[in-house]
């Protein structure tokens, strides 16, 4: 007999509490009024201060570095490391860690080809941010990225005039990322219920006429360190993927 292990299934918004970070910045978690929300509610609301509509979202500065004041710290070692960890998978929609060590992988050798010896992490972060669904998140014609992901498993999306169903699409500079008509309702819907917010990098050139984005400049991460609505400790995600 075969023993099968049954996972109990946990919602995402039970992750998001363990993990202390509103990672994908959803605003339906504000108004949940159960008392164990109530704290991390508290701490999205006065987290940013600067603006009166999107004071659940604050920009962190991904180029800062963080040294943590553990009291123990090697029993609360492995929980930051995997936390960390998490968080990242979770900001880009679950992704699984045999993917994620294949980008690093990736990053790994990308660095070597490249004329200045930089961080791998910088690399690491731009094929995350290439990713086809990582795109139309960033665009604001989805509202996360289950929505990008749906519109490309049932062949909503074009790159260069062919529908395209694979969501870890490596996109490039000059693709132009089209819809097709049946979803223009569900776009203008997503874009009016989106806070625009935060802004879009400056490499998408985004019509919401026609609903068509453009890749007019290479994916870098200057142009994405205020993607983040948290502060990410790449460093460590890089030595455990590493092993």
Known sequence: MIYIKKYRYK????????????????????????????RFNFYLKNQSKFSKR?????IFDQYSYYN???????SRKFKYNLQTKQRLSF????????????IHKQS???????HVNLNSKFFFIELLESRLDSVLLRSHFVLSIRNARQLISHGHVLVNGKVVKKKSL??????????SSQVYS????NVANSELWPI?????????????????????????ATNFSFWLDLNTVLKYYEN
């Open 11 to 38: 919602p995402l918004y039970k992750k998001l509490l363990n993990l202390k970070k509103n990672v994908q910045n959803r605003k339906k978690l504000l108004n949940f009024k159960k008392q164990k929300w109530e």
């Open 170 to 179: 490596l996109l490039k500079k000059g693709d132009i990322i089209t819809f």
């Open 91 to 102: 900001f880009y929609g679950g992704l699984g860690e045999r993917y994620l060590r294949f």
């Open 54 to 58: 999107n004071n659940y979202y604050k």
């Open 186 to 189: 569900l776009l203008i819907l």
């Open 68 to 74: 943590s004041k553990f009291s123990n710290y090697f």
């Open 200 to 224: 879009p990098p400056k490499y998408l050139e985004i019509n919401y006429r026609i609903f068509s984005i453009i890749l007019v400049d290479d994916i870098k991460y200057t142009n994405i």
């Open 108 to 114: 790994v050798q990308k660095n070597k080809r490249s």
